[in-house]
Every structure is written in C-alpha cells, then in structure tokens.
C-alpha cells in the first residue's frame, strides 16, 4: 500500500498509555498503527522526541461572524486553532448576530462558515425565551447541542442573545430531553451577580478584585443546583460550561451519583491565573465567571488531577481591542485564547503537576468527542479521522502578540512563558499548521456530523 501519510518514530499517546509507532494515513482517515511501517508514503513526518496525540476538540468556541465579524470570523479563528492544536470544535450561538437560535440564523451561519475554516466545525443551537417552538427546527438542522444562560445578558442590539428564565429552562429541557438533546449551561446566579455589580460601580468599587467579588462562589453553585433540579424534573441530559469552583464540581459530582446524565467542563484560564493576578494582566483577563482567588484555584486543581473535570474547552470569547479598555466592569467579559489551550494546560498539567499524558488526552479530546457523538474524532485509532497533533516537550516560547492569528491580536497570556509547544497539526491527515511554515495551505474543514 502506498499512503497519504507516515508518521514515524513518535510516542502516540492512546487512552491506556504511550507507545513508539508508526502511524499510516489513507483517505484521510488513520488506516494503520504498527511499530514499524515500511509501505512507501507521498509524505513522511519525523515525530521524534515529540508526542503524538489526537488533536483538542474544543466545544465552547464563539467565533462573531456573521454580525460581529470585526471581532473574530471563521478565518482567523481557525487559523489559531490550528496553531494551537485544535482539529475540530464547536461554535456558540452567540456572539453573532442574529444569534442561532432559529433555522434561519443557523443557515446564515453554515453559509458563513462555507471554505473559511482550516479545522473542523459544528454549531449549537441557542435556548432564549423567544425560541421554544424553534428547538426542533434546530435539531433537525444539524445542532450538535443547545446552550443557555443562566446569567445575565443585557443587549439591546435586535437579534442578540438573551438568557432564560426559570420557566424557558424548564419547557426548554422537556423539549430538549424529547429530542435527546444536551442542554450546556452558562451558570451564575443573575439576580444577585446584577446587583451586586450595580452596587459597586454605584460606590466606585471597580477593581479587579471586586469585580470579582461581584460573582461569588456560590452565585455559581445556587445555579449548578437550580439546573440540576430542573434535570431530574425533565430527564434532560445536562452539561455545565466553564466551572470554576470545586464546590460547583462537588455538587455536579453528587448528581452524577444520583444517577443524573450531567458533565461539567473547565478552562486553561481558570488554572493559568489567579484573581491576585488580574488586577496586572487587566481587562484582558476578563471572564464569567471571574477568574478565582489563589486558594480557590488550588481546589479547582484538586478536582481536575483527580479526574472530576470531563474536559478542557477554551470559552474562546474575542473582541476588538476597545472593548478591553477601562475598568474591569465596563470591558467585555471574555478571554481569546483558543491559540493556546494544549501547550499551555500541557506545560501547567502534565509538566508541572504529573498528570498522565493519556489523562491529558482524555481532557482534550476523547471525552468531548464521546459526549457529543463524533465518532470520528478524539483518538488515534485505526478507522479515526487522522486529527493529529505533534507537541514538543522540550521547547519553550514566549506568548508574543505578533504571533497570535486572532483578528484582534490581544490574549491574557502575553508575555507568557510556555514550557512546550505544538509543531504541527494535522486535520484529517492534512498538515494545516507547522512551526516553521505557519498556516498551510487552504481553509479544509467540514462540518462535523454526529451519531444519533
């Protein structure tokens, strides 16, 4: 047989542990793993001293086209999750405009997305009061999940997002459950997080640290235990995005045990900085929930190396420079930083903490794969798309704004210093990043298809 492909002399990274194989590529799928492969090959990768491993599925992305494409299109942020390691993802509805929350906005999006990505891609389907009567259309459509707020969101831009109340969540759920769905979740509490926001500009109390103390921990547990509450009424299968507290992982994990179909995701930035460290970084590091306190952060780490966090997404939420000026509570609440989920949890994790590079794999990309349904993606297999990534252990860089691919060259890790890094990433057997060449070729993503 001749391949696509050869990668030669890595140590791959499978779920039960690391191995030095050769791997073969044929129609863009992984069609041999042996520890040798003598067949000849239209192309030849020396991994040597790197690690070969499934690249990240990320499934909380917001790329802001179409609507805000001056924030982030289709494009550019593909372009920086190739270089960051990431071969397929998911895409929120918002923070484009119209928000996906009807086949119509969907289309509009899936017309966008057409020969602009250099990774794979599928899309979520909102849940907004207005839209109950629209969540079959969605799924019918294609949505790979649905996602709701439980925080506040005030727009009043026409056609932006807007969060539930309790009775959308619950009637959303029914439906959601009916169609076999997965209900992801933004959850803070949003009546008290808006007040206590309200009272602290009204007193000039805006510095990082209280804008963190604006969204207390347990702004974000009440809504972990109001969703769940709301689960066990509807038989709805639940995730809860970006966790960032070890007492919300708690109660989710008590759930679980209850017999509730829930996962919980976290992200890089949750364990890359702490709350003393916002006040410096600025309002780059903005997010919500707000990034935590020292001690708090210790926990969190406690509940991911302990194997109570299903995965790892980037919450990649860009915007234009602007809009990250001024104090903390008037900037836009989001953090770009999809270049740089691998290499940096890799450096903080598996470097630095121990944790068990097919744990890390796990974290990236089995286990979304698994709870969403590609059945092509997230391990290196025989009959898997061939998304792979290489990663050197051994080399360090510093994060330099004129290196970022974003549309707007801002990320909260600037000027960081990463112990590792990725040197290639390859999306179904087709090199779209190297370290030396940068982006390769033309956009080749395809719109993700599940199993139902």
């Known amino acids: 047989m001749t391949y696509d492909l050869i990668i030669k002399n890595g140590n791959v990274v499978f779920r039960d542990g690391v191995r030095q194989v050769d791997i073969g590529v044929k129609n863009e799928k992984i069609a041999c793993i042996a520890v040798e492969i003598t067949d000849e090959a239209k ?14 599925v990320d499934t909380h992305v917001h790329i802001s086209e179409p609507g805000r494409t001056e924030w982030e299109g289709f494009e550019t942020g593909s372009k920086a999750m190739a270089a960051g ?5 998911v895409e929120m509805p918002l923070n484009a405009l119209p928000a996906t929350i009807n086949k119509e906005a969907l289309d509009l999006k899936l017309d966008a997305a057409v020969n602009q990505n250099y990774v794979d891609y599928g899309f979520y389907g909102g849940l907004v009061p207005e839209n109950l009567d629209k969540l079959e259309e969605l799924a019918g459509a294609g949505v790979l999940a649905f996602k709701c707020f439980l925080s506040d969101i005030t727009s009043d831009i026409p056609g932006d997002f807007t969060n539930v109340d309790d009775y959308t969540m619950y009637k959303g759920m029914q439906k959601i459950a009916e169609l076999g769905g997965i209900l992801c979740i933004h959850a803070e509490n949003p009546s008290v997080t808006s007040k206590l926001t309200e009272e602290m500009i009204r007193e000039g109390r805006t510095s990082a640290a209280e804008y963190v103390d604006s969204r207390p921990i347990f702004t974000e547990v009440d809504a972990v235990q109001r969703a769940i509450l709301f689960a066990k009424e509807t038989g709805c299968k639940l995730h809860l995005v970006h966790i960032s507290t070890s007492e919300a992982i708690q109660v989710i994990l008590k759930a679980r045990s209850e017999g509730l179909d829930v996962t919980v995701e976290s992200c890089p930035h949750y364990f ?12 780059k590091a903005k997010c919500q929930p707000p990034i935590r306190k020292a001690k708090d952060q210790a926990k969190l780490w406690d509940e991911l190396l302990n194997g109570n966090i299903d995965w790892l997404t980037s919450d990649h939420s860009p915007c234009t420079e602007d809009l990250k000026q001024g104090n903390i509570f008037e900037a ?9 989920n691998v290499d940096l949890m890799f450096d903080l994790a598996v470097k630095q903490r121990g944790l068990a590079v097919e744990k890390f794999v796990d974290l990236i990309a089995f286990n979304p794969a698994e709870r969403f349904k590609l059945p092509y993606k997230g391990e290196i297999a025989v009959t898997k798309d061939a998304d792979i990534i290489l990663l050197d252990p051994n080399q360090s860089y510093v994060v330099r704004r004129e290196n970022l691919y974003y549309k707007n060259k801002h990320s909260a890790y600037e000027g960081r210093k990463i ?34």
């Not at 390691?85 to 993802?89: E, L, P, V």
């Not at 836009?332 to 740089?340: D, F, K, L, T």
């Not at 112990?419 to 080749?444: A, M, S, Y």
């Open 43 to 56: 192309e030849v990768i020396d991994a040597s001293g790197q690690y070969v491993m499934p690249g990240m």
């Open 85 to 89: 390691g990431t071969t397929s993802y």
């Open 272 to 283: 890359a900085m702490t709350a003393e460290q916002v006040a410096e970084i600025g309002p």
């Open 332 to 340: 836009w609440g989001g953090i770009s930083g999809v270049q740089n």
């Open 419 to 452: 112990d590792c890094r990725v040197t290639k990433t390859i999306v179904r057997g087709n090199v779209v990043f190297d370290l030396q060449q940068g982006i390769v070729g033309e956009p080749i993503g395809k719109l993700l298809s599940t199993v139902k």
